[in-house]
């Protein structure tokens, strides 16, 4: 079975604009999360989608925001980047139940200047 | 406010010998708990996890211990190989709440098994 794919691997933005990051869970996966991983903050949940929607929620600004589409597969939108957005953005998925095993992708790096 | 503390940045063991990894919690709430590994440039691997219900759970060289009452949780790699070394962080949620789905992490620990 093939993994978590992220898209890009990585991204260069400028402060202002902004990005759309892409994520494809493993087949059959219905839950995707989003964590940012940064040096000082270490890894942080952003939000969950299952089923298109979404069911959770981390203590992420508005300009953070995510859609989940019908085959599962994801998108994470950051809008008026700032330099603290600068991040490895990574996409985690599990089947659906609450005890089932999260597996990550390879992650999004995400440099703003 | 760290809920899920990894206090020791790095560890080196010798191969062969056990690594002890360790993480603490505050939040109560907490009931399932995990390891993650983690290499440069890839996503963390899941480990091993372990449910409140227990204090112990093992899969090859590796397992968990859960000591409810202290809010520590520990990962003991034995033996240790070199291809160990990498980044560990634990992780914790709360199956019992509305978070279900959010693991909340510690920074990690950078284990190094020498040859």
């Known amino acids: 079975k093939a993994g978590v794919t992220q898209t890009p691997r990585y991204l260069i933005k400028t402060r202002g604009q902004q990005v759309t990051l892409s994520c494809s869970p493993i087949s059959g996966h219905r839950s995707v999360s989003w964590y940012q991983q940064t040096p000082g903050q270490g890894l942080q949940f952003l939000f969950e989608?299952?089923?298109?929607?979404?069911?959770n929620k981390g203590n992420f600004p508005g300009r953070f925001s995510g859609r989940q589409f019908s085959n599962s597969r994801s998108e994470m939108n950051v809008s008026t980047l700032e330099l603290g957005d600068s991040a490895l953005y990574l996409c985690?998925?599990?089947?659906?139940?609450?005890?089932?095993?999260?597996?990550f992708g390879p992650g999004t790096r995400l440099t703003v200047l | 406010d760290q809920q899920v503390k990894q206090n020791s940045p790095s560890l080196s063991v010798q191969e062969g010998r056990i690594s002890i990894l360790n993480c603490d919690y505050t939040?109560?709430?907490?009931?399932?708990f995990l390891w993650y590994k983690k290499y440069p440039a890839e996503g963390p691997t899941f480990l091993i996890s372990?449910?409140?219900?227990?204090d112990k759970n093992e899969d090859g060289r590796f397992t968990v211990f859960l000591n409810k009452s202290a809010k520590h949780l520990s990962l003991h790699i034995v033996p240790s190989q070199p291809g160990d070394s990498a980044v560990y962080f634990c992780?914790?949620?709360?199956?019992?709440?509305?978070?279900?789905?959010?693991?909340?992490f510690g920074s990690g620990t950078q284990l190094t098994v020498l040859p």
């Open positions: 989608y299952f089923s298109e929607t979404q069911r």
């Open positions: 992780a914790a949620s709360a199956l019992s709440s509305g978070s279900a789905r959010q693991l909340t």
């Open positions: 985690a998925s599990s089947p659906a139940g609450f005890k089932d095993t999260q597996y």
């Open positions: 372990i449910s409140s219900i227990k």
């Open positions: 939040n109560s709430m907490f009931d399932y």
